[in-house]
């Protein structure tokens, strides 16, 4: 089993960047898959972007692709999210799991072990 926990959100002003990360705990850290989600005041829970378990391939949601870079190293068991031209839309809470499925999924079903999320606030 794997322990996440993210930090380095806040309010940023539109433009803004912020990077957040998340610290594994887990022996198993560096066998997965790994992601990152967000949810908005009312709505779902939305995929961001995704790294294989040795960081070499990504996946980006259409909307972050050219604003948002992951990264992950594995001796720090930490995984990255660099947000660059944050939007107001930006504004969620985000959350980054470890991949479940045989492939490489988008689906917030496929993931498990979820932190407890990190506030992002964008000001226009």
């Known amino acids: 089993q794997v322990q996440l926990v993210e930090s380095g959100g806040g309010l940023v002003q539109a433009g803004g960047s912020l990077r957040l990360s998340c610290a594994a705990s887990?022996?198993?850290?560096?066998?997965?898959?790994m992601g990152w989600f967000r949810q908005a005041p009312g709505k779902e829970r939305e995929f961001v972007a995704a790294i294989t378990w040795s960081g070499g391939s990504t996946l980006y949601a259409d909307s972050m692709k050219s604003r948002f870079t992951i990264s992950r190293d594995l001796a720090k068991n930490t995984l990255y999210l660099q947000m660059n031209s944050l939007k107001p839309e930006d504004t969620a809470v985000y959350y980054c799991a470890t991949d479940r499925s045989s492939g490489f999924s988008i689906s917030a079903s496929e993931y498990a072990d979820w932190g407890q999320g990190t506030q992002v606030t964008v000001s226009s």
């Open positions: 887990g022996r198993t850290f560096g066998t997965y898959a």
